[in-house]
């Protein structure tokens, strides 16, 4: 009798913070990738990566409500989350070590190729896994092992791009440098932080043998805080839009209401200017 009603506390605790991470996260994201479609409308290349991120998030958070009736669009949010934070980091290098082959082949076209050819790739995979992994322990283990290959190739990318900016002559200025390791640095702690809990655990308890029908306190517990956090990523990716802007005004001016709230209060600030102790009347 404790067992089932522990159980029922922490589905309960699960279904409280999905619900409030999906009521928060669903706004969130439409607003970024609202605002980084303009950037890829004035040719900027860099946001196609984190608009398909964000792309992911969403379809990760509005299939999480319908997860029930089937895994397969809750594995491909997952694993496009993942390859195209892959990407994102790669793109972020690519701009500091190969400058000039990044500036001569960069294009919205051949970003959306490789974007398109990524959500296939996911497709492929998550279509075997509901076709031939019936059992989900093994379809468990291949996609927790999945999860944990990003971990290395994502530290390389920060450290080697880290060590490029300090000896680069074109990124001298503070803010280029913030922008860009602030980019790495969030895909790379987004996925320590939230990812791999997730991965880890699930891999430990695939592998590890244990009676189904017996009730498992700490198992029940790490399900639920890791599985938490991993739902908390779309909130989190939604602060790369930070860093595709170059400042704070130029963030805000995406969004028409905030532009002509900005241009109301400079209005009023020049009118007051004019009018001041300094103006002569004719």
């Not at 809750?74 to 934070?85: H, Y």
């Not at 892959?86 to 082959?101: A, D, F, K, N």
């Not at 695939?206 to 599985?227: E, G, Q």
Request: net charge positive; hydrophobic share 50%.
């Amino acid at each position: 009798c404790i067992c089932s009603s522990s159980m029922f506390l922490w589905h309960l605790l699960y279904a409280i913070i999905i619900y409030v991470i999906i009521l928060s996260g669903f706004p969130a994201v439409c607003l970024a990738s609202y605002a980084l479609f303009s950037l890829v409308k004035a040719g900027r290349v860099a946001p196609v990566y984190v608009i398909n991120l964000l792309i992911s998030d969403l379809l990760q958070i509005t299939m999480t409500l319908v997860f029930i009736f089937s895994r397969i669009f809750v594995r491909l949010g997952l694993c496009t989350s993942l390859g195209f934070m892959l990407l994102i980091s790669l793109e972020r290098y690519m701009v500091v070590v190969c400058p000039l082959w990044y500036r001569l082949r960069r294009s919205v076209k051949n970003s959306t190729l490789v974007s398109l050819s990524l959500w296939a790739l996911a497709l492929v995979y998550v279509t075997f896994d509901y076709i031939f992994l019936i059992d989900m322990r093994y379809s468990l283990t291949i996609f927790s092992a999945i999860s944990l290959l990003p971990a290395p190739f994502l530290v390389l990318l920060f450290l080697v791009t880290q060590r490029a900016l300090s000896r680069s002559m074109a990124f001298r200025g503070a803010e280029r440098r913030r922008r860009i390791l602030g980019t790495l640095g969030l895909v790379l702690g987004s996925y320590t932080l939230l990812f791999l809990p997730y991965s880890i655990r699930n891999l430990y308890y695939s592998i590890k043998p244990h009676a189904p029908s017996v009730s498992d306190p700490v198992r029940d517990l790490s399900s639920v805080i890791t599985s938490a956090l991993l739902y908390l990523s779309p909130l989190t990716d939604c602060f790369l839009y930070i860093f595709m802007r170059r400042d704070l005004r130029d963030t805000v001016d995406a969004f028409p209401c905030c532009r002509r709230l900005l241009n109301v209060g400079d209005g009023n600030r020049s009118t007051q200017t004019s009018d001041g102790p300094g103006h002569v009347l004719a």
